[in-house]
């Protein structure tokens, strides 16, 4: 009987042993703690800026025919750290060069780089709720260049100024107005609007395919012309833009044309449509390219 009690006690005993260890290894329920949502970043202020951009001339090899450059760069860009549009400005053929300092002041002769020379490029634009100033780069060619190096130069501007990325324009007249208005169909999306003066793609066989690239892509095109324009007929711009709009694309072509045009040979169109002050729909250029981005 004794026997039979210690037994019993002895597995009494090893129950409650056992039971103990069962239970320290069975995890203790916990309840879902949310993990903590990380406070927001508060957005930086862009800078207002009420001085003039600073333009300054860059002898430098961007490729085999592109060797200087002007830029011109918000006056508070170093104080900033904020990504800004960025026009690209195409000259024509009459101020062709090397980039060296006595060639490359003729890109200062006309449009936006000569507006920037007089301090007359406005500091900033606002459109709708947001106001931007603008970076611009004013490229010298040495003659002519085609979509390749067209390519070689955004490339160079994308890699070396705070662009952003969206809102790439291009700009220009003459032969410059072709170069950009054909890169502009071989990269349309990378493109976020175009202003084009007295100079557009080449009428070819070509011309339908470039402007259903631009169409498709939606590529905002404003194009200017001069209808007495000597040096680059009138009739050509009203096809090109006949053959966009044929097209019916999603942002039709503008295209606005002076019944008089200035300067030799009733060229330029671009004086008087680069200026700040000339305003269609009330908005200047720069103000109607900024209502776009990619």
């Avoid at 927001?40 to 025919?65: F, Q, R």
């Avoid at 060619?141 to 994308?158: C, H, M, P, Q, R």
Wanted: aromatic share 12%; charged share 20%; glycine share 6%.
């Amino acid at each position: 009987m004794r026997k039979t009690l210690v037994f019993l006690l002895v597995i009494s005993v090893m129950a409650v042993f056992v039971g103990s260890c069962r239970k320290s290894v069975i995890p203790t329920p916990v309840e879902d703690t949310p993990e903590p949502h990380p406070a927001p970043v508060p957005e930086v202020p862009k800078l207002e800026e009420t001085e003039p951009a600073v333009l300054t001339p860059v002898t430098y090899t961007i490729s085999e025919n592109i060797k200087g450059y002007y830029k011109a760069l918000p006056a508070r860009y170093d104080e900033s750290q904020e990504n800004y549009p960025v026009i690209i400005y195409f000259h024509g053929g009459g101020q062709y060069g090397d980039g060296g300092d006595s060639d490359i002041v003729q890109v200062l002769e006309d449009g936006v780089p000569k507006l920037l020379a007089e301090k007359k490029f406005p500091p900033s634009f606002t459109v709708g709720d947001e106001t931007f100033s603008f970076i611009v780069i004013a490229p010298q060619f040495v003659k002519k260049i085609g979509n390749s190096e067209v390519a070689t130069l955004v490339d160079f501007v994308k890699g070396n100024f705070r662009v952003d990325a969206t809102r790439i324009y291009l700009s220009g007249f003459s032969l410059g107005a072709r170069t950009l208005s054909d890169y502009a169909a071989f990269k349309p999306s990378q493109i976020a609007a175009v202003t084009a003066m007295g100079g557009l793609p080449q009428i070819n066989d070509d011309l339908e395919a470039k402007c259903a690239a631009m169409s498709n892509a939606k590529l905002p095109v404003w194009q200017f012309h001069n209808r007495d324009d000597s040096a680059w007929y009138y009739s050509e711009a009203a096809r090109y833009i006949e053959v966009f709009k044929s097209l019916n694309p999603v942002i039709p072509p503008r295209f606005t044309s002076f019944d008089v045009g200035q300067a030799r040979l009733h060229h330029d169109c671009w004086t008087r449509t680069t200026d700040p002050a000339y305003k269609e729909d009330g908005k200047n250029i720069y103000e109607w390219m900024l209502q776009y981005h990619r």
